[in-house]
């Protein structure tokens, strides 16, 4: 017995030997560093939330050097910040894992400027399908841990048994346990943002609030028009009940979000309303999100 235990202990060491050449210290913020992982040669992820100062990043690189990272692009929405790492060693990247299972084993791997790599264990409590949260973001899994955040451990990464990276982790997406942001997530981000700078969201301009519609349906009340939005520009009015959009139903706000994710920003998009108790349909063509100051 006390040799397997030796033995299991031998290559849980080893998995986080294995994952630590790609995970970095971030200091962008008071007080804690945060980790971050090298997903693409020169390109590190972490944690969005944080990222406090964006002018003169410093990262703790895996062989103890310190380099200055410069801020690509983050997004709130899916917690994911994008760094660049430029005049540096190339260092590895993790090999992405499947979607795990509940009671899945898993390893999260950070580093810090003091004590270097540091790791804690646990298991996969919860997941899911698509997930939104609650900065509006849509995660591809949601994937709740159950395993020790240190202050700082968001932004590093969450590995299985095998060194594959599931994704890397946050505080910031729940008040009861860490999330792990998808690997698919990442990946379609980083994507987004090294491209373009940024993630860019369609919406339609209107503010929404279920109601109940005769015959147990369920609908989108307008409450509010945004003056010259899509909705405004296609002439949706207050009090409009928002009941279909191309096709189908809109019972609630993520029934409205799911289509627009699937369509982009500017194309037309159906919308089917009740006036009045009158049947009506409009074609909104959509716009991209205004940012956030």
Same mark, same amino acid.
């Given at each position: 017995?006390?040799?397997?235990?030796?033995?299991?202990?031998?290559?849980?060491?080893?998995?986080?030997?294995?994952?630590?050449?790609?995970?970095?210290?971030?200091?962008?913020?008071?007080?804690?560093?945060?980790?971050?992982?090298?997903?693409?040669?020169?390109?590190?992820?972490?944690?969005?939330?944080?990222?406090?100062?964006?002018?003169?990043?410093?990262?703790?690189?895996?062989?103890?050097?310190?380099?200055?990272?410069?801020?690509?692009?983050?997004?709130?929405?899916?917690?994911?910040?994008?760094?660049?790492?430029?005049?540096?060693?190339?260092?590895?990247?993790?090999?992405?894992?499947?979607?795990?299972?509940?009671?899945?084993?898993?390893?999260?791997?950070?580093?810090?400027?003091?004590?270097?790599?540091?790791?804690?264990?646990?298991?996969?409590?919860?997941?899911?399908?698509?997930?939104?949260?609650?900065?509006?973001?849509?995660?591809?899994?949601?994937?709740?841990?159950?395993?020790?955040?240190?202050?700082?451990?968001?932004?590093?990464?969450?590995?299985?048994?095998?060194?594959?990276?599931?994704?890397?982790?946050?505080?910031?997406?729940?008040?009861?346990?860490?999330?792990?942001?998808?690997?698919?997530?990442?990946?379609?981000?980083?994507?987004?943002?090294?491209?373009?700078?940024?993630?860019?969201?369609?919406?339609?301009?209107?503010?929404?609030?279920?109601?109940?519609?005769?015959?147990?349906?369920?609908?989108?009340? !307008? *409450?509010?028009?945004?003056?010259? #939005?899509? %909705?405004?520009? $296609? =002439?949706? &009015?207050? /009090?409009? +009940?928002?009941?279909?959009?191309?096709?189908?139903?809109?019972?609630?706000?993520?029934?409205?979000?799911? !289509? *627009?994710?699937?369509?982009?920003? #500017?194309? %037309?998009?159906? $919308? =089917?309303? &009740?006036? /009045?108790? +009158?049947?009506?349909?409009?074609?909104?063509?959509?716009?991209?999100?205004?940012?956030?100051?």
């Amino acid at each position: 017995m006390a040799n397997e235990l030796s033995d299991w202990s031998s290559q849980l060491a080893a998995v986080v030997a294995r994952s630590a050449p790609s995970v970095v210290a971030v200091h962008a913020r008071p007080r804690f560093s945060s980790s971050g992982v090298f997903w693409r040669p020169g390109i590190v992820v972490t944690a969005a939330h944080t990222i406090r100062d964006e002018e003169e990043i410093q990262v703790t690189l895996p062989d103890g050097s310190n380099a200055t990272a410069f801020l690509v692009g983050r997004d709130p929405g899916t917690e994911v910040a994008v760094l660049r790492v430029e005049g540096v060693a190339e260092f590895p990247t993790p090999r992405r894992a499947t979607v795990p299972s509940v009671g899945n084993l898993l390893l999260v791997v950070g580093r810090s400027k003091d004590s270097g790599v540091n790791a804690s264990m646990g298991i996969v409590s919860a997941v899911s399908g698509s997930w939104r949260t609650w900065r509006g973001g849509r995660l591809d899994h949601y994937i709740r841990l159950d395993v020790t955040l240190y202050p700082g451990s968001s932004g590093a990464v969450a590995v299985n048994v095998d060194g594959e990276a599931i994704g890397i982790v946050t505080s910031a997406l729940s008040r009861i346990a860490g999330v792990a942001i998808p690997a698919a997530t990442i990946d379609r981000v980083v994507e987004e943002i090294v491209t373009r700078g940024r993630v860019a969201r369609a919406y339609l301009g209107v503010g929404l609030q279920p109601v109940e519609l005769p015959d147990h349906q369920k609908g989108l009340i !307008v *409450l509010s028009v945004e003056p010259g #939005g899509p %909705a405004a520009q $296609a =002439g949706v &009015l207050i /009090g409009d +009940v928002l009941v279909s959009l191309n096709g189908k139903s809109a019972a609630d706000t993520d029934d409205v979000q799911s !289509v *627009l994710e699937s369509h982009g920003i #500017g194309q %037309a998009v159906e $919308a =089917g309303l &009740l006036r /009045g108790g +009158v049947a009506a349909k409009v074609a909104i063509t959509t716009a991209e999100r205004p940012r956030r100051s």
